[in-house]
């Protein structure tokens, strides 16, 4: 069954460095997506992706974030400098297709630690 | 804007016995899809059920099945002959069916104990 993965599962940086995680969505996707979890919290959508483009982000979502499809099979999130309030667990996810009866399907997760 | 409220940050449950979570949602939308997702302590997001707002019947998924109350706008999940590996987090989620958003919109999980 096709999955969506995410590169690395845990990720340790110090803060103010640049990050970048990665994901693979499934192939025959086309929206893509990015959500974070504070430990203990709820999920957090951060943006959403169509086309090459943004199609709808959040207010975590600010000038510090980036997303790029670099080719046709990655998709990636950027943080240029990363905050100590950035540690979290960052899920993509992918789903086939705009509103319909499309369901996203989620990646395992990348545990961003900030130190 | 869309809520969704989770009102059990936990539950408990015998195995082999059925216990319900409860989500509400607050949405002025006439269509939308509601789902639940658990999330096991590796922390992966699994879909578990998806409920389509127009329809009227309740979505079922083997041991798996939603009370729907589009009126009272409650969307509850009853885990029926609870197993160990049913022990979870179990969020409840919103997106709305058409228009310019298709994020998810979370409530802050139940936390799921099966008792052996």
């Known amino acids: 069954e096709p999955e969506v993965t995410q590169t690395p599962s845990h990720q340790v940086t110090q803060m103010g460095q640049e990050v970048i995680l990665r994901c693979v969505p499934i192939s025959n996707h086309l929206y893509f997506y990015w959500y974070r979890q504070i430990l203990g919290q709820k999920v957090e959508f951060l943006v959403s992706f169509y086309n090459n483009e943004i199609s709808e982000k959040s207010e975590i979502f600010d000038d510090q974030f980036s997303v790029e499809r670099p080719d046709g099979s990655n998709f990636t999130l950027k943080i240029r400098s990363t905050k100590l309030e950035d540690s979290a667990m960052y899920f993509c996810?992918?789903?086939?297709?705009?509103?319909?009866?499309?369901?996203?399907?989620f990646g395992p997760g990348t545990r961003l630690t900030v130190l | 804007a869309q809520t969704v409220t989770q009102s059990q940050p936990e539950m408990s449950v015998q195995e082999a016995e059925t216990v319900t979570l409860s989500c509400t949602y607050d949405?002025?939308?006439?269509?939308?899809?509601l789902f639940w997702y658990k999330q096991p302590p590796s922390r992966q997001m699994i879909l578990v059920i998806r409920q389509e707002a127009y329809k009227q019947q309740n979505a079922t998924e083997n041991r798996f099945s939603v009370n729907f109350q589009k009126a009272a706008k409650s969307f509850s999940l009853k885990i029926s002959d609870s197993q160990l590996g049913d022990a979870a987090m179990y969020f409840c989620?919103?997106?709305?069916?058409?228009?310019?958003?298709?994020?998810?919109?979370f409530g802050k999980g139940t936390k799921l104990t099966v008792n052996p």
């Open positions: 989620a919103y997106r709305r069916y058409q228009g310019g958003s298709e994020k998810l919109v």
């Open positions: 996810a992918s789903s086939e297709d705009k509103g319909g009866t499309d369901t996203q399907y």
């Open positions: 949405t002025s939308e006439s269509d939308y899809y």
